[in-house]
Each structure stands twice: as structure tokens, then as C-alpha cells.
């Protein structure tokens, strides 16, 4: 028989019904619930992009006048390869210097131009060799430097020659 | 002597309330949260302090992979069949009822028109083997211009983000921005991280 016997001490043949307790042990379907809470929890709040808005300036037509900036008011990065950044101030005969993205780069550069120059134009040149990243880093520098004036602007041949030329 | 009775109560409590809540919580963030679909492209996205939350409608993402591969994709089903109706019709390319509805279904999808009628008869399996060339968008042949106009002339809302990898190549990228400015796409989004604290 596939009956499974309960102990042999039963010899008056009565089916003695046990009593057992109407509550259940939830304690599994806890630790289920919870698990799949955090879960949930976890995912939710991860998942949330943030963006970066950028407005670029339209494309100048043949006929437009660009206007006129003082070069002692602008101040050129220039994004290399490797998290590099250089940087100089106007465009007679500027002093190229070399810096990073670190809390003490950069942003101290940007700090310190910005309390000087009054009306401060930041041109970001990103080269070949630069990364995305550098991009939305710098970008995201501005931001936290509070400079309103800044373009994102081709390399030209000259700032190659420039940095080249600094062998930094 | 008067004896002190103590009261004894049971260990074990009741868990009633805290199942209660924990299944309420469950079901709400199970309602909640939207399951991203599957991307044949891993994006590393790199961080900033911006806080601007995307919206979840009416986007257009243009992918940009590690290497360099760029990626198309719109929201909106029905936004998406139109879209590739006017596109078929530009380039002359027909599409069966078939085709036009897993391209509606599709997420990211970066292989040039040309093949695409290809690309969508393939079963969805056989899709994610496939090894996509990305969507041309140099000078010579551009057709993310293309898809980007449609996209616009489909959905007059649609914010554009471009949504690259930490690592991709700048020239890339260039690409891409110069691609959209001459579309007269003058603002546009980049989607990042959060900053982790440091």
C-alpha cells in the first residue's frame, strides 16, 4: 500500500484528528515580499537619466557679420587625448598651459579666469583624440562655474600647431 | 505573600499589517516601473551635475556606441510606422505589413536604409546576431538628416538626445552635432549619469 504509516503505537485503530493552529508561518512569504521590494525599489531609482541641454548656435549664413570679440576676454580650451586639457588666453602669442579634469584643475582655471576677466568667452575646442566624455565634462564644468558665454568650436590647424608646439 | 503574575505573552507576532504593506509597496513599484527594452547597444553614458530629468514621450535618441556606431531610434508606435512610410518613400523602397510592424517594435536600430527591408524580415532572434554597421551620417551619405527630418515632420513635439558612450571618438560625435545643426536642430539634449558624489 502506499500508505505511510504514522508510528506503531496505534493499536485501537482510531484516526485521532490533530489539532493544528489556523495561523500559518508567513514568515517565507516575507522574506519573499521584501526581497521583491528591494528589487523593485532598486530598480526604479536607478533608471532615471538625467540630461544635459545644450542650444547651439545656428548656422551662419554667408552674409551674416560675426561679431567681434576682445581677444583679451577669451579663453581657449582645448580637449586632448588622455583627459587632457590646455588651455591660454587670447590669440597673440598665447602661453599654453596644461591641465586636467581633476577638482583641482580645471574647474580652479575656470574660477580664476572667470573673477578676472570681465565678460569671459570660453571656447571649447575638443580635438580628435578626445573623448565624448571630455566633452560632456567640460560642458559640465561651465555649468558648475557658472559661465554663460562659452561655444563649442572646431580645432583649427593653428591650435594643433600651438599645442604641438608647447610639448606638454 | 501576594504572588506577581506574570503576564506571558507570545513570542511570535502578528505579521498581518507588514505583509500588508510589503505587497502594497510591491504591486506599486511592479506598476511602476517600465522595463527599458532591450538595446543591441551597452551605452556607458558619462556623469554631470546636471539635474534635468528626460521626459519619457516624444524622444528621439540618437545612439552613439564605443565605437563609433550610431544608432537611430524613436518612440511611438504609431509615430514609427508613419516614419518609416515616408522614409520608404523617399529612398523607393516598398515594405510589407510584416516589416512595417517590427520596425514599429524595434528599439535601437543603426544599419543603413539600404538593408534595412533585410534587417526587419529577419526574426528577432536572428536580429540581435546580426553585427550592426550603424546609420551613415558622414557627409557623403547622411541619413540620420534624413531621419532626423521625418522624425520631426512625424512628431512636431519630439525633444532630440543624443546619447553617447563615455568613450566614444569626439570626430563621431562632431558628426552627429554638425549633422543636426544643419538640420537647423539647434538645441538637443545629452543624456547622462548622476555625478556620483566626490
Redesign the interface.
Known amino acids: 500500500m502506499a500508505e505511510i504509516s504514522q508510528g506503531s503505537g496505534k493499536k485501537d485503530g482510531k484516526v485521532r484528528s490533530k489539532k493544528t493552529s489556523t495561523r500559518i508561518d508567513m514568515t517565507p512569504m516575507v522574506d519573499l515580499a521584501f526581497l521583491l521590494l528591494t528589487f523593485f525599489v532598486m530598480t526604479t531609482t536607478l533608471n532615471k537619466p538625467q540630461t544635459m541641454e545644450i542650444t547651439m548656435p545656428e548656422k551662419p549664413k554667408v552674409e551674416d557679420k560675426q561679431p567681434l570679440v576682445n581677444e583679451k576676454r577669451v579663453l581657449t580650451l582645448v580637449l586632448g587625448g588622455e583627459d587632457k586639457v590646455y588651455w591660454y588666453l587670447g590669440i597673440t602669442d598665447p602661453k599654453v598651459e596644461l591641465s586636467n579634469f581633476s577638482n583641482d584643475g580645471i574647474r580652479k582655471v575656470l574660477l580664476q579666469q572667470n573673477a578676472q576677466i570681465k565678460e569671459m568667452v570660453v571656447l571649447i575646442k575638443p580635438s580628435d583624440q578626445s573623448k565624448y566624455k571630455n566633452v560632456v565634462d567640460i560642458l559640465d564644468e561651465m555649468n558648475i562655474s557658472n559661465i554663460a558665454r562659452f561655444a563649442l568650436v572646431d580645432i583649427t590647424p593653428v591650435d594643433k600647431e600651438l599645442i604641438k608646439d608647447s610639448q606638454l | 505573600m501576594g504572588k506577581v503574575k506574570v503576564q506571558r505573552s507570545s513570542t511570535?507576532i502578528d505579521?498581518?499589517p507588514?505583509?500588508d504593506l510589503?505587497?502594497l509597496?510591491?504591486t506599486f513599484?511592479?506598476l511602476?516601473?517600465k522595463f527599458?527594452p532591450e538595446e543591441p547597444l551597452a551605452v556607458d553614458?558619462?556623469?554631470?551635475?546636471?539635474?534635468?530629468?528626460?521626459p519619457d514621450t516624444d524622444i528621439l535618441t540618437i545612439s552613439?556606441s564605443k565605437d563609433g556606431v550610431v544608432f537611430f531610434n524613436m518612440d511611438g508606435k504609431y509615430n514609427r510606422e508613419e516614419l518609416l512610410a515616408k522614409m520608404g518613400e523617399k529612398y523607393g523602397v516598398q515594405f510589407s505589413d510584416q516589416e512595417v510592424r517590427s520596425f514599429s517594435l524595434l528599439s535601437s536600430m543603426g544599419v543603413p536604409f539600404g538593408n534595412l527591408k533585410q534587417f526587419l524580415s529577419m526574426a528577432p532572434e536572428e536580429r540581435k546576431l546580426v553585427k550592426q554597421p550603424g546609420i551613415p551620417c558622414d557627409s557623403l551619405n547622411n541619413e540620420l538628416a534624413d531621419w532626423v527630418i521625418f522624425s520631426r515632420t512625424t512628431n512636431p513635439k519630439l525633444r532630440i538626445?543624443i546619447?553617447?558612450?563615455?568613450?566614444?571618438?569626439?570626430?563621431v560625435?562632431?558628426n552627429v552635432?554638425t549633422t543636426?545643426?544643419?538640420k537647423?536642430v539647434?538645441?538637443?539634449?545629452?543624456?547622462?549619469?548622476?555625478?556620483s558624489g566626490?
Open positions: 511570535s505579521m498581518t507588514m505583509v510589503a505587497f509597496l510591491v513599484f511592479m511602476t516601473t527599458a553614458m558619462p556623469t554631470s551635475v546636471s539635474e534635468i530629468k528626460l552613439i538626445a546619447k553617447g558612450d563615455r568613450d566614444a571618438e569626439y570626430p560625435v562632431k552635432i543636426l545643426i544643419d537647423k539647434n538645441r538637443f539634449n545629452l543624456i547622462t549619469n548622476m555625478e566626490s
